[in-house]
Every structure is written in C-alpha cells, then in structure tokens.
C-alpha cells in the first residue's frame, strides 16, 4: 500500500525522484552491503509524498521525472531523455510486455494501476546492465510482488483498505481496494482498481472528444517461504471494455489480458539466486464505439509474452560483487484485419498485417559494483544479446491489381517473397562512478552504449494504400508509416554526470547528459495523401543518425519548521533538451520545450497541503516530416490537499486551478475534431480545464 509519511527533512526523507546514476548506485549500494562496511551516502530527495488512488501509474512516474507522450486515458507513452516508446524498457516484476497494437495502444504501464506497485525504478540512459537490454533511453521497472508475513503459523487477516476518487473534469471516478492474509509460511494478497470517464473539456469549457475510458485492472499474489527460501507466484487480469484515443484514426474497442509471474529466491552458500519466469496473454480489438468518432472497421491483435530471468549474485571479495545473469523473452503477434460485410474496400478476405510475428531475444551479462575507497564507487557491465524476428505470409483485402486497393495487393505480393528473417547482436557496455567529495556533496559520472532492436511494425508494417498506412503509428500525427525488413539496430552512446548536494536544509540535482545514436529508427517521405483539403504525409521507416542532449535541474528547500507554524518546504525544478538529426540539424519529432515548475509544500499535523505552479514553453522547433504543430507557452496552477488520521485518509484539489486553455505540447493532433469538422485542420490536441478533485481510502487493520 501507498502510505503518507510525515513531512521531513531534505536530507532524512527517501527519494521519489532519482538521477540516472544514484538509482544504480542505490541498487549497487545494497548489493554491496554484505561486501563492505563503508558504503557511499546516496543523496535522495523527496517532499510530501501524495497518496494516489488513481488507476493508472503515470502520475507515480511522473514524479520521478518521466514526461508522457498523450495517447488514450490510461495508456500514455514514457518519455525519458527526449525519446519514447520501445525505446524505453519498461518492466513488470522483470516481464517484458509488447505492445499487441500497430498503434501501440496497450503499452506495459497501462495493465498495472498505482495501488498495485511496491517500488518504482527510473533510470534514464545510463542503466546498469543487470537490469535491462534492448533499450536506448532508460528503465522503468515497477515491482509489485511483496508478500509480508508474520509469525502466526495459521493464516489470518492483516489489512484491507478501499478508496475512491472523483475528478469534476470529465465526472471520472477511480475505485480501488485490497486485502492481504499472512502467517509464517504463506502469504495471500489481492489490489484491484477500477476507473471510469467521460471526454474532458478544455480550458475553453468545450469537449475534448474521444477522451472518454474504463478499465479495470486486478492481482492476485500467493508467496510461500521456509527460512530464507521464498516463492510468490502472482496472477494479474486486465479488462479494457474502451478506451478512446483522440490522436489516433482508430479507438481501442476491448483490451483482455491474463498474466502469471513466478518468482523465486534463496540465498546459496557463495550468493543469492533470483529466478522469474513470466507469460502475458493479451486479446486487442480496436474499431469504433463513440458517436465522438464514429466508423466500421475491426482489427484484431492477439499475443504472448514468455519469458524468464536468472540472476546470481555474490561478493568476490570485500569491496567487490558480481552479478551474472541469463536471461529469454520471447514475443508472438497475430494482427489480422477482418473484412467488413458489404465493402468494397475492406474485403472480401481479411487484411492479414502480422501472420505469427516472432520476436526472440536471448541475452547473458556479468556486472561488477565495486567500493575503491569509502568515496569512490563504482559499477560497471557487459550485456550480450541475440535479437531474432520473423513473421509468416500476408494478404490484403482482395487480389485486385486496379483501382484504390492495388497497392496492397501488390504490396502484399512482394513482401511475401522476401525473406523475413532477422537476426542482430546487441553489446551493451555500461560504467559509472560516484565520487564524495564531502559529507554534503557528491559527483556521478556516467558513459554506455545501448542498444534496440527494431520491433515487429518498424520491420513488417508492409501495407502501402493510404489506409493500411494509417493504421501503423504511434505517434498521433495523422500521417501513415510503412515498415522496412532491413532496419538496423539503434545505438546509442551516452555521457551523464550528476551533481548532488545535501544539507539539513537543503537539497540541489544538477545532471546534463549527451547522446549519440548510430541508426536511429526515424522516416523519411515517401509521397502524401489527403485527407479532405489537409496534407498527410507516406512515412517510411529508416536509419539515420541522431543527437541528443539537455539538462534536469531541482531543488528543495526547508524553509520553516515550527510546533504552530507547521514545516514548509520549497521544490523547484526545470527541464530542457533538444533532439537534431545529424544529416540535416532538423527537430527529431515530439521533443518537449523547456519546461519548470515550483511547489510550496506545508504540513500541519495531519494536514498537508501543496501549491504547484507549471511553466511550458512555447513550441517552435517542429518536425517538419510529420507536419508537427506548434504549441504556445502557459502556466498552470494546482492545489492540493489531504488529511489523514489513523486509517482514514482524505484528499481534496484543484487542479488548472486558473481553467487555463492550452495545448499540449506532447499531444499530437487531434484526429477526432477533425473527424467531426476539418474546415481548421488537423488542430494540436488540448488538454484538460479545471477539475475538482476528491478522494477517500480507509485502512482496515
């Protein structure tokens, strides 16, 4: 459960938000804890901690300074370090979950809601070894398997909690509850949520159509444990009946997915073992459902994740442990279109898109944390991975070789002659450094190279009509992609170094990092189409080098702390980076503009109370292949409350508390206005107005 601590000190209060390097020199400290006596102070910040009990886990993340590419209501895509999507590795209890959807509407954060999650990771660019491969910008790994236990030895209850919250904008309401069963040897625990909303208005009191969702999402884990010997095994359920995407030509229509994940630990005579195995199972259906965006179309997507993990780890001396592991995922696609009864153009065959896509990746690493004196650590890996893909015959609508559907057919014809199979070699390499410089301040260095393979839809997307095409994309620009067999892997070379100071009363993060990526997966243009009067380009993916850089900067500030008065705290912090390709200087697509925000925190007994204030910049650096919008600069206001006494807990806010009008900057366009009306284009997509927000949870013990 998430729990409410009380406020405290810049230097005494855990961290919700890291940099790249003192979350991997955390996870290295704890490694090294039965290795050394004299560890490295890792500098955490964190102010008053919000109890959430919204359904999805964004706004956990974006406390730890994850930005979120708008896609549907609980299903947006991470951004870290400027880049988005698969080139994040974003991981459930180490499950690797891809995304069953041309437009990657089911993404692995949307099938855990916030009461699920133990502990988050965020790591952007410089991650260790151990923890992930097949990603470029960073890791996010969310944990939630974490069974408790007593020493009774008959099962009995040990807590149960149930809350609700309702936001005015958009009427949504979030139900969440849970109940945990322990004893000495077992361990039973069940969190579930459920959430519902209609279309939001924006700032202008005007519906921001297709905005509307449910979902629930339900988990179930059972652990067993004899001495140091423990063995969870957790069952999770996902049901998405709709959810709709305002920057997309189609709307998710049904979403199941099952999952089991066993976990397994020991400690051995030399080390520790942590072994996992993971499937996933997911049914997807996209189509239409809402008179928001009204059409006939359906497109089933059906798939499996397996995969297992193998981590030993073990002190090899006193200042020095190595961690190896082994490590298989493997991924199974079916895209299949079905023909619409009584079309012309969507028939009379199935538009088949994927046939039995594989996606296989076999990977070992050995990694070394090692403490030189009692001010230097260090850490440091190898990462060896086979990325294999292949996919089976494709077939269009119909066969005709005239007319509007030709191209297809064509297309179609001369995929299924090429061979499909893929094989590539990722050598991920990773160092970082942590330096005291005294008990205040400390220095973090940082160099690695990553690597990502292609995913199955850059590969294989092999439709060539303007509708096919459109259907491929996740990046809500209204344009169409088509994919390349013979894309190569991304690499990326990252330089990070962080600067960290820590005082009773103070608390300040500077980190600036560079990255150079070696066949970055961006498009050119391969023709246009139109859409009514409005311009939509044919983008194919391809290969082309990329640079990007920028700067994180926050702080925090005790100001006051007083018996009557109440503790007051003062959080900053600022964003800027910027995104080039290297053969032209032109914007990489969706980079966010500089951005900032100040909170002023306070707490009084069991009140706490925050008031943020947000700053976007204007947007004028466009991607000019996708037709990107610009966006102006604004400034939002929030306020935020809550109270808790023994086992009730309540929260009350404002947020947009000026109902300032804006656009996002992350957004996209806004494919359903314009299916509505087209006379003003295809418009950025708004985002929400004011909203009056309110919450109960009650703990039972």
């Excluded at 149930?162 to 361990?187: C, H, M, P, V």
């Excluded at 359906?298 to 200042?319: C, F, G, K, R, V």
């Excluded at 391969?526 to 409005?534: H, V």
Aim: glycine share 8%; net charge negative; charged share 15%.
């Amino acid at each position: 459960m998430l729990s409410t601590p009380p406020a405290m000190s810049c230097r005494q209060c855990p961290a919700s938000r890291y940099t790249a390097l003192s979350l991997l020199l955390l996870t290295s400290c704890s490694a090294l804890s039965q290795a050394s006596n004299t560890e490295l102070e890792i500098i955490e910040v964190k102010g008053v901690n919000w109890q959430t009990s919204q359904s999805g886990s964004e706004q956990l993340l974006r406390a730890k300074g994850v930005d979120f590419s708008a896609a549907g209501g609980v299903s947006a895509l991470p951004l870290l370090n400027g880049m988005m999507g698969n080139r994040i590795k974003v991981l459930i209890d180490g499950s690797d979950i891809g995304a069953a959807c041309a437009n990657e509407m089911n993404p692995p954060l949307s099938y855990i809601s916030a009461n699920q999650i133990y502990a988050v990771s965020v790591i952007a660019g410089i991650s260790p070894v151990s923890m992930a491969g097949d990603n470029i910008a960073g890791v996010i790994s969310v944990s939630s398997i974490n069974p408790t236990f007593t020493d009774s030895a008959s099962l009995s209850h040990q807590q149960s909690y149930l809350g609700s919250r309702y936001q005015s904008n958009g009427d949504a309401i979030n139900i969440t509850g849970g109940t945990e069963f322990s004893s000495k040897q077992f361990s039973l625990k069940y969190d579930g949520a459920y959430s519902d909303a209609n279309s939001y208005r924006d700032g202008n009191d005007e519906r921001v159509p297709d905005t509307l969702y449910r979902a629930q999402n339900h988990q179930l884990v059972g652990a067993w444990q004899d001495g140091e010997e423990q063995l969870a095994v957790k069952l999770s359920h996902q049901y998405i009946p709709f959810q709709g995407f305002a920057n997309q030509y189609m709307d998710m229509t049904e979403n199941q997915s099952f999952g089991v994940t066993l976990q397994y630990q020991r400690p051995l005579a030399d080390g520790d073992l942590l072994a996992r195995v993971n499937w996933q199972g997911i049914e997807h259906e996209m189509g239409f459902f809402s008179a928001e965006k009204p059409g006939t179309m359906p497109m089933l997507t059906d798939s499996d994740d397996y995969s297992y993990q193998l981590h030993w780890q073990t002190a090899i001396s006193s200042d020095t442990t190595l961690k190896v592991g082994h490590e298989f995922y493997q991924f199974r696609l079916n895209d299949i279109w079905p023909a619409v009864p009584g079309s012309m153009m969507m028939g009379p065959d199935d538009y088949i898109n994927i046939n039995d896509g594989k996606r296989q990746r076999l990977a070992i690493f050995a990694e070394l944390n090692q403490q030189l004196t009692t001010t230097w650590l260090l850490n440091y890996g190898l990462r060896l991975e086979q990325v294999s893909t292949n996919t089976g015959d494709v077939q269009a609508y119909n066969n005709m070789m005239m007319g509007m559907m030709a191209a297809d057919a064509v297309a179609a014809q001369a995929f299924n002659q090429q061979d499909r199979k893929q094989s590539d070699t990722l050598v991920d390499l990773s160092f970082s450094a942590s330096y005291q410089l005294d008990d205040a301040q400390q220095l973090q260095f940082g160099l690695a190279q990553k690597n990502r393979a292609p995913n199955l839809y850059e590969r294989y997307s092999w439709g060539q009509g303007q509708m096919a095409i459109t259907m491929i994309g996740w990046f809500g620009d209204g344009n169409g992609y088509i994919g390349d067999i013979n894309l190569k892997p991304e690499t990326a070379r990252t330089l990070s170094i962080a600067y960290l100071y820590s005082s009773d009363n103070t608390m300040l993060q500077l980190r600036p990092f560079y990255t150079k990526v070696a066949d970055f997966i961006d498009v050119s243009i391969a023709g246009s189409f139109n859409t009514g009067d409005n311009l939509r380009h044919r983008l194919q993916f391809v290969n082309l080098d990329a640079t990007l850089y920028g700067i994180e900067a926050s702080g925090e500030w005790l100001l006051a702390s007083d018996a009557r008065l109440g503790q007051w705290q003062l959080q900053a912090e600022a964003k800027v980076n910027r995104a080039n390709r290297d053969n032209s200087n032109e914007p990489l697509y969706q980079q966010r503009p500089f951005n900032t925000s100040v909170q002023l925190q306070h707490q009084l007994g069991k009140l706490q109370t925050a008031l943020k204030w947000q700053w976007q910049d204007g947007k004028s650096r466009l991607d000019s292949r996708r037709l990107e919008n610009p966006t102006a600069s604004y400034a939002l206001l929030d306020l935020n409350s809550q109270w808790q006494h023994n086992q009730l807990t309540l929260s009350f806010g404002i947020s947009n508390l000026l109902d300032k009008d804006y656009e996002l900057p992350l957004g996209g366009v806004n494919i359903a206005e314009y299916r509505q009306d087209n006379s003003n284009g295809f418009s950025q997509l708004k985002g929400a107005g004011r909203s009056v927000n309110a919450g109960i949870r009650f703990n039972f013990m």
